[in-house]
């Protein structure tokens, strides 16, 4: 796999133990998936687990949990606490503040709403967290908190992609895809790259894009898993012998490669090619990931997966802890459901109450484990929502200008804040921290310079952070 500027989305080449298209003849498509093919023999006999590439400069941690929080959590009622809000309740936005707030929909100046919310200092470095979180909290020393996160999209659906892979279109590749295509997976008998969705509710739907591969190949997507039943249809039938399932799937790689003849280079067949064989190996290693029948009781009760309403977050940051723990590259959790028009506080304890317990089961099964230095986990939504409150129904809108994020583990400087907003928490003002720049810091921890990640796509060199970002060195120790 390379991922060098003179290579250009190019890859690893050699001879296949298994040529089956030399009775194909030599056409274009022949070649590709014998090339393919060839790939995965280069990455078996590679001197690197799984033909991992070398990183650009050593790296602060090793993979990446992102924890995603869609519909947008509000950053004065959970890690950024703004005193002012109770002075100021009921009042408009002062001109002082509202002249700096950007022009784009959404931005309510009028009926500033209180946090109902109490904030506590905790941990040695006295983080300020919000009584939502008194689990996490227990964590806070562990914590790394950028309050200065800002874009300019107040939609959910942009929005996400803007978080996710950088621009609002949604036809880029995920961060995800990125780290895949830079690093590839120290376990070939897994995806490098998975994904978990619960709690989709609202109108907060995953968008595909934030786990897709845009202009890449479809090989490096993120592969989508329902944590409560697994991979389905993973088990072999019965009636199959290993042998028998090995002939079955010669045979429909050949008839693959005939038809890949047919159409030349075609990312979509050659990733399904791919599939196959990772399906064929999945079928040993995929039933024990998923299978919790061993994992003691004290740890399933910490994630909280046998009691609701914690079981669906529980089971997915138990299962992101025995992925990463397998040589998983990237695990994406995505919990929709932080959309707070209306009921804010009901809301957010509901939200609050499903994730807090499992986020922290996994940062303290993480550290126990000594997989916390090596794993980066990031925590985060699409945007904020406003000081303001929204209508008379004591919810706040959406806010882009100024929001929340957290990071822990792989080298971060835990009990640390970095970038603040205005008074009331509604624009960034100092240390403002595009999602490029978030995106830049995530790939610095893995080693990568976002300036020699390229894949050449219509003759442009393309970067994971589109026009670049700025890393942000604070975030770590």
């Not at 967290?129 to 659906?157: Q, W, Y």
């Not at 499992?358 to 303290?364: D, K, M």
């Not at 484990?369 to 129904?393: A, H, K, N, Y």
Request: hydrophobic fraction near 35%; proline fraction near 7%.
């Amino acid at each position: 796999m390379s991922w060098n500027t003179t290579s250009h989305g190019s890859e690893p080449s050699g001879h296949s133990r298994r040529d089956f298209l030399a009775a194909l003849g030599l056409g274009a498509g022949s070649i590709g998936l014998s090339t393919m093919l060839a790939d995965e023999q280069a990455l078996a006999s590679s001197s690197k687990p799984g033909g991992v590439a070398a990183p650009h400069f050593p790296p602060k941690a090793e993979r990446v949990i992102f924890l995603f929080m869609a519909g947008g959590p509000s950053q004065v009622d959970s890690f950024d606490p703004k005193p002012a809000l109770a002075t100021l309740q009921g009042q408009s936005v002062p001109d002082s503040i509202a002249r700096e707030i950007p022009k784009i929909k959404r931005a309510g100046l009028h009926n500033i709403m209180r946090s109902p919310f109490k904030f506590k200092k905790r941990g040695e470095s006295g983080l300020d967290v919000s009584e939502l979180f008194p689990e996490t909290a227990k964590h806070a020393d562990d914590l790394c908190v950028i309050r200065s996160m800002h874009h300019r999209n107040p939609v959910h659906g942009p929005a996400e992609c803007v978080a996710l892979t950088g621009t609002q279109l949604g036809d880029r590749p995920s961060l995800g895809a990125w780290m895949l295509y830079g690093l590839g997976s120290p376990n070939r008998n897994l995806p490098g790259y998975m994904v978990m969705n619960i709690n989709s509710v609202g109108m907060q739907f995953p968008q595909a894009a934030g786990w897709g591969t845009g202009f890449m190949p479809a090989r490096y997507q993120g592969t989508v898993i329902d944590p409560r039943r697994g991979i389905d249809d993973i088990a072999t039938p019965a009636s199959y012998t290993p042998s028998a399932r090995r002939r079955q799937l010669d045979l429909v790689r050949w008839l693959n490669g005939r038809h890949l003849e047919s159409l030349g280079e075609h990312s979509e067949l050659e990733a399904r090619i791919r599939s196959y064989e990772m399906a064929f190996r999945m079928q040993s290693a995929a039933p024990e990931l998923f299978d919790l029948s061993s994992v003691p009781s004290p740890v399933k009760a910490a994630y909280g997966t046998e009691d609701k309403p914690t079981s669906a977050m529980g089971r997915a940051c138990l299962l992101a802890r025995r992925m990463v723990e397998r040589g998983v590259r990237i695990v994406q959790i995505r919990v929709g459901g932080w959309d707070a028009h209306g009921a804010l506080e009901r809301n957010h304890r509901s939200m609050a109450a499903k994730t807090d317990r499992p986020v922290a089961a996994l940062l303290a099964d993480l550290k126990a484990r000594g997989l916390l230095d090596s794993t980066l986990v990031v925590w985060g939504g699409e945007f904020g929502r406003t000081p303001t409150m929204e209508g008379r129904g004591k919810g706040r809108d959406h806010n882009p200008s100024g929001y929340t994020v957290w990071l822990a583990g792989g080298g971060v400087k835990g009990g640390h804040v970095i970038g603040t907003t205005d008074p009331l928490g509604y624009v960034a003002v100092e240390r403002p921290v595009r999602p490029s720049d978030l995106h830049a810091t995530i790939l610095h921890a893995l080693g990568i310079d976002q300036h020699k990640l390229i894949y050449q796509h219509n003759g442009r060199d393309e970067l994971a952070t589109v026009l670049g970002g700025d890393v942000v060195h604070e975030v770590f120790a």
